[in-house]
């Protein structure tokens, strides 16, 4: 594992392959598990190496969705905070079983001072997630409620169904129940999707 990971964020410096492998650890979480808790200070940066995270603010019992961790990426916000000592201010929970690479703070911290490979996987994680953010707060400014939550049916369908409850996408989207009722009767009043028990079938 830690080999693949050296390889594809080509990490090439002996010193740091040596340094990663003698300080980091491996761990597994499976779905539903918090690895990281707003309001905690962050003392490890947490690495996907295989699986899902979901990234996501709270506030009022609604949620907003911040971003997903996919394989070989971390938390930026996290990342951050890895140069100065403070709290997250964000929740991620496992979305699919994990495995993850766990660094300690003070390394991220010297490495990026000390191995070149490792300072450009810090400027392109925060590039990425900056895109990212910029993204999605343009469908956020600009794009219907409605479509936006259609469009996130589509990223969540297997085989064209979505196994979520309506307080589910609520939270997800930052929105109510009540409203994400509505826009999904009137999803399926044009014949866009079909409403079932526990799920959501899209139409083609």
């Not at 490890?44 to 709270?58: A, F, T």
């Not at 951050?80 to 766990?102: M, P, Q, R, W, Y």
């Not at 956020?140 to 589509?154: C, E, G, M, S, T």
Request: with cysteine; aromatic share 10%.
């Amino acid at each position: 594992m830690i080999d693949k990971f050296l390889h594809q964020l080509r990490i090439t410096e002996p010193e740091l392959q040596e340094e990663i492998r003698k300080n980091a650890t491996i761990t597994e979480h499976d779905r539903g598990e918090f690895i990281i808790k707003n309001n905690n200070y962050i003392k490890v940066l947490k690495i996907v190496l295989e699986g899902k995270v979901r990234v996501y603010q709270e506030s009022d019992e609604r949620e907003i969705l911040i971003y997903y961790l996919n394989t070989m990426e971390t938390c930026t916000l996290s990342l951050s905070a890895c140069f100065e000592d403070c709290k997250s201010t964000v929740n991620a929970i496992v979305e699919e079983k994990c495995i993850l690479l766990n660094i300690p703070v003070r390394f991220v911290h010297d490495w990026n001072f000390k191995y070149k490979s490792w300072n450009i996987f810090t400027i392109n994680t925060f590039r990425e997630s900056y895109h990212h953010l910029i993204h999605e707060y343009s469908n956020l400014a600009f794009q219907p409620l409605k479509d936006r939550l259609f469009d996130y049916l589509v990223s969540k369908a297997e085989q064209d169904i979505v196994y979520k409850s309506h307080q589910e996408l609520a939270k997800e989207l930052g929105t109510t129940r009540e409203v994400i009722s509505r826009l999904l009767k009137k999803l399926e009043a044009n014949k866009q999707l079909r409403l079932g028990q526990k799920e959501i079938q899209l139409l083609k």
